[in-house]
């Protein structure tokens, strides 16, 4: 069993700062990819950002400049600092990892419970 546990969320004005972090935890034996989707009332689910286990960042084009993703592979974490918010940036934000059980073995993909991210105008 892999859980992903994310944290940070809340509620921040147009222009404020915000940090989420998720943890993976369980039968892990390496993680791939890591990284943050997020879904809006009505919108599809989102890739925001991404990284891999050597550090490439790949980010959605609406938070460039803005958002930044970080990993700490020793505690198979990420974090994301979220700086400049704005309203459209309010979302249920899900962090997600790629990650394998053995050497060798095929990848899976574990997902966070959300964590709600409120922009006010």
């Known amino acids: 069993q892999v859980q992903l546990v994310e944290s940070g969320g809340g509620l921040v004005q147009t222009g404020g700062s915000l940090r989420l972090s998720c943890a993976a935890s369980?039968?892990?034996?390496?993680?791939?990819?890591m990284g943050w989707y997020r879904q809006a009332p009505g919108k599809k689910r989102e890739l925001v950002a991404s990284?891999?286990?050597?550090?490439?960042?790949n980010y959605a084009d609406s938070v460039k400049g803005r958002f930044t993703i970080s990993r700490d592979n020793a505690k198979n974490a990420v974090y994301f600092q979220m700086n400049s918010l704005k309203p459209e940036d309010t979302a249920v934000y899900y962090c997600?990892?790629?990650?394998?059980?053995?050497?060798?073995?095929?990848?899976?993909?574990?997902w966070g419970q959300g964590t709600q991210v409120t922009v006010s105008s």
């Open positions: 997600y990892a790629e990650f394998s059980y053995y050497s060798g073995g095929s990848y899976y993909q574990a």
């Open positions: 990284t891999s286990s050597g550090g490439s960042t």
């Open positions: 369980g039968s892990i034996f390496s993680i791939n990819r």
